[in-house]
């Protein structure tokens, strides 16, 4: 089954960051992953978060209010 | 503490450059060199320490701590200081907002953490240091908060839920004291250090643009502009100054890096303290693109009623300012 990722933000600098940093970790780390991006404020909210941008994998809260970085993710996906 | 910097921009303009001291565009240069490298510096500094600061800042328990507890009016004063240390980001302000409704805290509470967080952030903070000074920072640090504090306690009392959007409200109805653990990242301090790093580098490039043609205004003015020439216009006398000043602050916003060395050299040019303290509170305080966010989780009236208790807050300091200062 393809990992899960979640990428939530309302579309700050720092979450298009974060995106682009999950997109390439996918990449590097050659797996099957279904990336989204969730912007809208209610999706948000489903999850209990306070800062943003927030990684979702596999529908577990990773990381919050910063961006991560490839090789972070990397590990998170391995 | 930045004498030798002094003695660079000196040595730069005067002899490297050949550029005579009692020039115009001499004083403007040095000024220009001696300043920017001087807040450059500082923002580094500040932004990496906010960064490490934030890093290990527990908002989630916070957020606990002031839901589960009774604090008898604490509680403004210590959402009002997170505001302060939480690192300003416009786009985590309504996200913050939702979770904190959620978590049962009083509107008020969370109205002042939401005024002070972008008030008293890192990189106006920096440059006020740089332009202002130990003692004028702390002055603007401390009445920001207390600014938190007031403009917080008097939204609290005109109970305002019933003005917040459709669905915000239902999260309102339903919200209760948070209790679940979180879990804390596991990452070690040195681990950290090269992301906190980056980010007070991004951050620094982020603002270098603003700061620089600040300073370039701020320089060009304070080699021209005669001494006192504000005084005679918008002097302590001018009862409008104030509220002028804070009209005028609101629009602005992107540029508070750019602001704060400009309104330095108003200041060096006889305009009052408590009127250019007004002036700055309502560009970092208060800007259209955080109305706009706002308006996601609010009704207009409420972001109207918001924005109009805070610049009403924001012109009485002012003009306290002016009287005390």
């Known amino acids: 089954m393809a990992t899960s990722i979640k990428i939530l933000g309302p579309g700050c600098a720092k979450c298009k960051t974060t995106f682009e940093v999950v997109k390439k970790a996918v990449e590097q780390a050659g797996i099957q992953a279904d990336i989204e991006k969730i912007e809208d404020l209610e999706g948000m909210m489903k999850y209990n978060i306070l800062t943003t941008p927030v990684v979702v994998v596999n529908e577990e809260i990773k990381i919050k209010g910063r961006v991560p970085t490839v090789e972070e993710i990397k590990n998170l996906l391995n | 503490m930045f004498n030798w910097l002094q003695q660079l921009a000196d040595w730069l303009v005067y002899s490297v450059l050949g550029i005579s001291a009692q020039s115009h565009f001499g004083e403007a240069l040095n000024f220009f060199v001696y300043d920017t490298i001087k807040i450059l510096i500082l923002l580094f500094f500040i932004t990496f320490l906010m960064g490490i600061v934030n890093s290990y ?195 602005m916003y992107a540029n508070a890096a750019g602001v704060i060395p400009v309104v330095q050299v108003f200041v060096s040019k006889g305009m009052p303290i408590g009127t250019s303290l007004a002036f700055m509170m309502a560009v970092v305080g208060l800007s259209i693109p955080e109305a706009t966010l706002l308006k996601k989780v609010m009704t207009t009236k409420l972001v109207l009623i918001f924005f109009g208790v805070v610049a009403t807050c924001i012109m009485f300091s002012g003009y306290l300012f002016n009287i005390i200062l």
């Open chain 2, 57 to 251: 800042f527990p908002i989630d328990r916070i957020r606990n701590f002031l839901s589960r507890n009774k604090l008898y009016g604490a509680e403004y004063l210590m959402a009002s200081t997170f505001g302060a240390v939480t690192p300003f980001c416009s786009c985590s302000s309504v996200p913050l907002f939702i979770g904190f409704v959620k978590g049962g805290i009083p509107l008020g509470v969370t109205f002042a953490f939401l005024i002070t967080s972008p008030l008293v952030n890192e990189v106006a903070v920096a440059i006020f240091l740089g332009m202002f000074g130990l003692k004028a920072t702390l002055v603007y640090v401390i009445s920001g908060i207390l600014l938190g504090v007031i403009s917080g306690a008097i939204l609290g009392r005109m109970n305002l839920e019933p003005l917040l959007t459709d669905w915000v409200r239902k999260v309102w109805e339903q919200a209760r004291a948070e209790q679940e653990a979180f879990a804390s990242e596991k990452t070690s301090f040195i681990q950290r250090i090269p992301t906190i790093v980056k980010e007070a580098f991004g951050i620094v490039k982020s603002v270098f643009v603003y700061v620089l043609i600040g300073i370039a205004i701020g320089a060009a003015m304070h080699g021209y502009v005669p001494e006192g020439f504000f005084e005679q216009y918008i002097g302590r006398d001018t009862w409008y100054a104030v509220p002028l000043a804070v009209v005028l602050g609101v629009p």
